[in-house]
Structures are given as structure tokens and as C-alpha cells.
């Protein structure tokens, strides 16, 4: 629905709910740590930075004209959706075991504070300069 409406705000709207949608996958997945991720940095701070970019950007007064190439668009995506689904129905699907529920959150904070310690601190210390510089630059004399 994202690239199908005509209203720009509907489709950042359609964006929102995907982007939840996605989230919803990783809850299944047993990922909560990076649904919860995924609902607050894509479906929170990236979508409204998109309604605000669509709210202040002027209006030209003219529609989109139509494309000539809309037709084989959509045979050509209608061709591929066909075929993912036909492999996807064809496809011997084994099922793992499932092993017990760690949360994700404890093992993302063991893997940073054990084996990558030092990247994740100079990561930070990386992001400290760049406050540090964005705070300079915007200072007044």
C-alpha cells in the first residue's frame, strides 16, 4: 500500500504500519529486544521525521502524471509474487527445535561488555566527539 496511494501522508502512514508490522515478525521471532528497537527508532523517530518533512514541504499544484511503464510494473511484480509463493509453497520446510527463551536484550549486553568491548567503546567515544563537534559548530561567539 506504501507505493500504490497517491496521498504522500497516507503512504508515510502505510510506512508506520509496516514498519509495527515488522516488529510484530521480530516479537515472533523471539527477538524483543530489537522489536522494541524496531518500534521505537523506524516507527517512531523516522516516521515522524517523514510527516514532518511531508507537512513542510510545499505543494507544486500539479498532479503526478501517469507512467507508460505502470502496466509492465505490475505484471512484472505480479510475476515475482508469483513465484516466491510458488517456491515458498514448494519448498520442504524443516522445523528447528526451539531452545529455551533468553532474552535478547542479556545477550546482546554479554556480546558488547565481553568479546567487543573495545569497538563498543570506541563507538562511544566516537559518538562523544561528534556531540562534542556538533556543539561547536553550532555555538554562537
Same mark, same amino acid.
Given at each position: ?5 497517491? &496521498? ?6 502505510? @510506512?508506520?504500519?509496516?514498519?509495527? /508490522? !515488522? ?11 530489537? #522489536? ?7 516507527? /517512531? ?7 514532518? $518533512? %511531508? ?8 498532479? &503526478? *502524471?501517469? &507512467?507508460?511503464?505502470?502496466?509492465? $510494473?505490475?505484471? @512484472?511484480? /505480479?510475476?515475482?509474487?508469483? /513465484? !516466491? ?10 522445523? *528447528?527445535?526451539?531452545?529455551?527463551? +533468553?532474552?535478547? $536484550? ?5 556480546? @558488547?561488555?565481553?568479546?567487543? %568491548?573495545?569497538?563498543?567503546?570506541? #563507538? ?15 555555538? +554562537?561567539?
Amino acid at each position: 500500500m506504501v507505493i500504490v496511494v497517491r &496521498n504522500l501522508m497516507h503512504a508515510v502512514l502505510f @510506512l508506520i504500519l509496516s514498519f509495527v /508490522g !515488522v516488529a510484530g515478525l521480530y516479537v515472533t521471532l523471539s527477538a524483543d529486544f530489537i #522489536a522494541v528497537a524496531q518500534v521505537l527508532i523506524y516507527a /517512531g523517530a523516522i516516521s515522524v521525521l517523514m510527516i514532518f $518533512a %511531508v507537512m513542510l514541504t510545499p505543494r507544486s499544484g500539479r498532479d &503526478n *502524471a501517469a &507512467n507508460s511503464l505502470q502496466l509492465p $510494473a505490475f505484471v @512484472l511484480s /505480479g510475476l515475482v509474487i508469483a /513465484g !516466491v509463493t510458488f517456491v515458498a509453497l514448494e519448498t520442504d520446510w524443516r522445523e *528447528a527445535g526451539r531452545g529455551s527463551f +533468553e532474552s535478547t $536484550a542479556t545477550e546482546i549486553g554479554q556480546a @558488547l561488555l565481553s568479546p567487543f %568491548v573495545l569497538p563498543f567503546e570506541i #563507538a562511544s567515544v566516537l559518538l562523544v566527539a561528534a556531540m562534542i563537534g556538533a556543539i561547536v559548530l553550532v555555538r +554562537e561567539d
